[in-house]
Nanobody, 113 residues
Framework: QVRLVESGGGLVQPGESLRLSCVAS????????MDWYRQAPGTQREYVAS???????GVADSLKGRFTISRDNAKNTVYLQINSLKVEDTAVYYC???????WGQGTQVSVAS
């Protein structure tokens, strides 16, 4: 059974950092392209970052420099490191496997002073 479980979100102050985790089961993340998306209230879900089977990574242009995606095949986990958090980063962050067209349940990130 395919599952994606995100964690690591929370309420933080501007300028702080978070590392989000996406633990997969039912398939190996190393064999699939994996993405992170986010959705703020009242907006459409937007692309954040991706990592393909070969480890090539991509980050949305507006987020480069603060967001980093990585993968640990042994832990079957994909990570999203977010530094220098801003209020506008507040959103639910989702993990997505493109080939399987499968989404996780999301983890809430809230940034407020």
């Amino acid at each position: 059974q395919v599952r994606l479980v995100e964690s690591g979100g929370g309420l933080v102050q501007p300028g702080e950092s978070l590392r989000l985790s996406c633990v997969a089961s039912g398939f190996s993340v190393g064999g699939f392209a994996m993405d992170w998306y986010r959705q703020a209230p009242g907006t459409q879900r937007e692309y954040v970052a991706s990592i393909d089977r070969g480890g090539y990574v991509g980050v949305a242009d507006s987020l480069k420099g603060r967001f980093t995606i990585s993968r640990d095949n042994a832990k079957n986990t994909v990570y999203l490191q977010i530094n220098s958090l801003k209020v506008e980063d507040t959103a639910v962050y989702y993990c997505y496997c493109r080939l399987l067209n499968f989404w996780g349940q999301g983890t809430q990130v809230s940034v407020a002073s």
